[in-house]
């Protein structure tokens, strides 16, 4: 699979997430949500810091991208590490959630409409994109081997 389409489905993934999380006003259902949020978000960051990142970073014109993504990455893993010591029930949880999705939507967004998925596109062949959606799919599919 083309790693563009890879990190979307997994952008998508979490969004749906993101909204079942807000809908509901279980708390245990909260926390599960939030749950698997945040597993998809360790898994999805751990692959483009260690995959996909180092190889857009070879091309200079994506450097800057890059450094900006990472940064927004430092931000969702406070975030994550704040709300993990959280209760749903904590008043605390609804806002950080919200920041959180927040910060997730803009970093998807910016990623898939913004200059970076399009840039790429102009950067690298579809090839190379395949070869690259391989190596993702190995580091995600080690990684969750890992978690479990």
Excluded: C
């Excluded at 949880?93 to 840039?119: Q, R, S, W």
């Amino acid at each position: 699979m083309d790693a563009l389409e890879l990190l979307k489905q997994d952008h998508q993934k979490v969004k749906k997430l993101f909204e079942q999380g807000q809908k509901t006003e279980d708390k245990k259902q909260q926390k599960q949500i939030f749950k698997e949020i945040k597993a998809e978000l360790e898994t999805h960051t751990r692959i483009e810091e260690t995959v996909f990142y180092p190889a857009m970073q070879e091309h200079e014109e994506l450097k800057d991208m890059v450094l900006e993504s990472l940064e927004e990455h430092k931000q969702v893993k406070t975030v994550l590490r704040e709300m993990s010591r959280l209760s749903p029930s904590s008043e605390k949880f609804k806002p950080k959630f919200k920041v959180l999705k927040d910060n997730i939507e803009h970093h998807a967004e910016e990623e898939e409409e913004g200059t970076m998925f399009p840039k790429i596109r102009q950067v690298i062949d579809s090839a190379g994109l395949e070869q690259l959606g391989e190596e993702l799919e190995v580091a995600k599919h080690k990684r969750l081997r890992k978690a479990s």
